[in-house]
């Protein structure tokens, strides 16, 4: 995962603490949004604390992954979709040699999505297929990896989640090596 860059919200930080993929860099927080990914100052290891347009501008990528959009539920889902169309334009201006992996935003247990009226997995399997969109199977590439973590209800299992919304931190090894395993097949690498 060397020359590869994470960018995404709270999720993409378990990644970063738990999944074992050192070597990439992660461009990530609580909080972070497709409306706020361009304005952020994050620290990222073994850089500093810097902006995204900072970290394109001082390094190349071979692959970007990207998961966001949970965040921005409750927003109109049309500037959501465009929002997320500017950032995938942009990433391909800044790194034009770079592979896109848009991720799928993971479920949320079966009890939250049916208590919630903006965090749901309908909310989330909608805005998955207009991310899915995105994808050209070029440049830009779609990886979901829900079923790796969801339920016979295709909802996030409640035994692999405290809060109803992460994973605990044990299954990011898991997600980190899938993520691997399924760059390579998508990608067709070594």
């Not at 309908?122 to 805005?127: E, H, N, S, V, W």
């Not at 899915?132 to 295709?154: I, M």
């Not at 035994?159 to 998508?186: F, L, R």
Request: a negative charge.
């Amino acid at each position: 995962m060397e020359n590869s860059l994470f960018i995404g919200d709270s999720r993409t930080v378990g990644l970063m603490e738990y999944g074992q993929l050192d070597e990439a860099d992660y461009f990530c927080c609580i909080g972070m949004s497709v409306f706020n990914v361009w304005e952020e100052r994050v620290s990222v290891p073994n850089i500093g604390k810097v902006t995204l347009t900072d970290l394109l501008n001082n390094k190349e990528y071979e692959r970007i992954y990207v998961m966001l959009g949970i965040n921005e539920l409750g927003y109109p889902f049309e500037d959501i979709v465009s929002e997320y169309g500017n950032l995938m334009e942009l990433l391909q201006e800044r790194e034009p040699d770079a592979s896109i992996i848009v991720q799928a935003n993971l479920h949320v247990t079966k009890s939250r999505s049916d208590s919630d009226t903006i965090y749901n997995n309908g909310m989330i399997d909608k805005l998955n297929q207009e991310l899915e969109e995105f994808a050209d199977h070029e440049r830009v590439f779609y990886l979901d990896v829900n079923p790796l973590f969801d339920d016979e209800n295709g909802a996030l299992s409640s035994d692999k989640s405290g809060d109803d919304t992460h994973p605990y931190g044990k299954y990011y090894v898991e997600w980190a090596e899938w993520i691997v395993q399924q760059t390579a097949i998508t990608l067709k690498e070594g």
